[in-house]
């Protein structure tokens, strides 16, 4: 059974930093795409980052750009995205994301297997 955890998140000031952790098992991370969506109420979940198996290709939203990073580590079979410079409009529920395989994409559709999210706030 694959189970991806989220956490991390929590409430900041705009200009403020959070590190989201994904902690993965069940399945083989190594070898896995790995990937940050958001989601607010009413909104389609959208894409933030994404990250290969081997960490050697790497793309971001336009929004995460120059402020958000993601990382893993596959020892630990966990996934990072460092969260930078946030604003209010960065205010979300944060899911990661499996593909289970080493397929790259930025839509939702494109992953099996989700965490339960984790919230961050940010106030101005």
């Known amino acids: 059974q694959v189970q991806l955890v989220e956490s991390g998140g929590g409430s900041v000031q705009a200009g403020g930093s959070l590190r989201l952790s994904c902690a993965a098992s069940?399945?083989?991370?190594?070898?896995?795409?790995m990937a940050w969506f958001r989601q607010t109420p009413g909104k389609e979940r959208e894409f933030v980052a994404v990250i290969s198996w081997g960490s050697t290709r790497k793309f971001y939203a336009d929004a995460a750009q120059g402020r958000f990073t993601i990382s893993r580590d596959n020892a630990k079979k966990t996934a990072y995205v460092q969260l930078n410079s946030l604003k209010p409009e960065d205010t979300a529920v944060y899911y990661c994301?499996?593909?289970?395989?080493?397929?790259?994409?930025?839509?939702?559709?494109?992953?099996?297997?989700w965490g339960q999210g984790t919230q961050v706030t940010v106030s101005s």
């Open positions: 069940g399945l083989t991370f190594s070898r896995s795409t």
């Open positions: 994301a499996s593909s289970g395989t080493q397929e790259i994409g930025t839509r939702p559709h494109e992953y099996l297997y």
